[in-house]
């Protein structure tokens, strides 16, 4: 069964770092191009980061220098590390195998003081 699992989500401050797990099975992450999008309060849910099979990234402008994504092939999961993270990050979290949509249930990052 294909499934993608979140976690790591959770409260921080502004200024400061999350990292965001999502833990794949039924298939290799590193054959699949991998991504995580966001689900911010009023907004449509948007593609935060991308990552090819082959393993180049790419990020929006808003997230651009503070978001890098990554693979572990050996744990079969992807990554998504935060940085300098501001209230405008706040939202639902969610994985995804865009071949064949595949989609996590999302874990929530709340960005507050």
């Known amino acids: 069964q294909v499934q993608l699992v979140e976690s790591g989500g959770g409260l921080v401050q502004p200024g400061g770092s999350l990292r965001l797990s999502c833990e794949a099975s039924g298939f290799t992450v590193s054959g699949y191009a991998m991504a995580w999008h966001r689900q911010t309060p009023g907004k449509e849910r948007e593609l935060v980061a991308l990552i090819a099979s082959g393993g180049h990234s790419n990020y929006p402008d808003s997230v651009r220098g503070r978001f890098t994504i990554s693979v572990d092939s050996a744990k079969n999961t992807v990554y998504l590390h935060m940085a300098n993270l501001n209230p405008d990050d706040t939202g639902v979290y969610y994985c995804?195998?865009?071949?064949?949509?595949?989609w996590g249930q999302g874990t929530q990052v709340t960005v507050s003081s």
């Open positions: 995804k195998r865009p071949t064949g949509s595949i």
